[in-house]
Nanobody, 124 residues
């Protein structure tokens, strides 16, 4: 069983930056693709970014490309999401997720394990 604990959310002004973190336990972390999703009120959960086991390969949603960077530390069992140039429309609950099977998964149903979510609010 994989446990994921996300953190780092909070209130940020438009144009600001934020780093989200997710710590995994109960598993061999470097066997999992790790992704980040977000869900705004009244909207579907949306893919943001995914990173491969080694960290060599990443994939981003087009709307955040250039503003967001996903990275991982397999020694500390941690995945990060660095977000810059924040916009009010980035306001959402952000979730980390893990999957051992699908290569660079981008769809929520492809992920087996989810963190509890961390809330990000971007003020204008």
């Amino acid at each position: 069983q994989v446990q994921l604990v996300g953190s780092g959310g909070g209130l940020v002004q438009a144009g600001g930056s934020l780093r989200l973190s997710c710590v995994a336990s109960g598993t061999t972390f470097n066997c999992y693709f790790m992704g980040w999703f977000r869900q705004a009120p009244g909207k579907e959960r949306e893919f943001i970014a995914v990173i491969s086991w080694s960290g060599d390969n990443t994939h981003y949603q087009d709307s955040v490309k250039g503003r967001v960077t996903i990275s991982r530390n397999n020694v500390k069992n941690t995945v990060h999401l660095d977000m810059n140039s924040q916009k009010p429309e980035d306001t959402a609950v952000y979730y980390c997720a893990a999957d051992p099977d699908v290569v660079l998964p981008t769809a929520a149903p492809e992920y087996h394990y989810w963190g509890q979510g961390t809330r990000v609010t971007v003020s204008s």
